[in-house]
């Protein structure tokens, strides 16, 4: 990062069950993402995240129940940073049954949510964002 000058990356990780054991299910990092890639896309691991604060700025994790982490990337991406991923895995995500994402109809309606209540995104071009977050949820986790 300090390099090539980044202010916000991410890397790939693993999924693991609830008891550490492999799901041997990877998520890749992509090299890069904007904006408008990662509206339709859940990609970025929070556990993964890196933020130079010293580039970005102030900012706060958006008061939110769940996906309060993809607000805040919106945020950030929406002064004009990218998030730059490095394809290594660095952590493990453990899938709980009852966290807030298990819940996999409540997550989507939160992602819904964030597209017209805090990107203020209209109609249209939020379903489209959000099928595109369905297929992409659906291709990570199958």
């Not at 890397?11 to 993402?33: C, F």
Request: charged share 20%; aromatic share 12%; proline share 2%.
């Amino acid at each position: 990062m300090i390099l090539n000058e980044i202010a916000f990356s991410f890397s790939s990780y693993d999924l693991i069950d609830i008891t550490g054991k492999s799901l041997n299910k990877t998520i890749q990092a992509p090299e890069v993402i904007d904006y408008h890639g990662f509206l339709g896309n859940t990609i970025i691991g929070c556990l993964t995240v890196v933020i130079d604060k010293s580039k970005v700025g102030y900012f706060e994790m958006p008061n939110l129940r769940s996906s309060q982490d993809m607000a805040l990337w919106l945020l950030i991406m929406k002064r004009g940073f990218k998030a730059y991923g490095l394809n290594k895995i660095l952590a493990s995500y453990r899938i709980v049954p009852t966290s807030n994402t298990a819940n996999k109809w409540k997550a989507a309606k939160n992602v819904w949510r964030v597209f017209r209540n805090i990107e203020r995104i209209n109609l249209i071009k939020s379903s489209y964002y959000f099928m595109c977050y369905a297929i992409n949820a659906l291709k990570k986790r199958l």
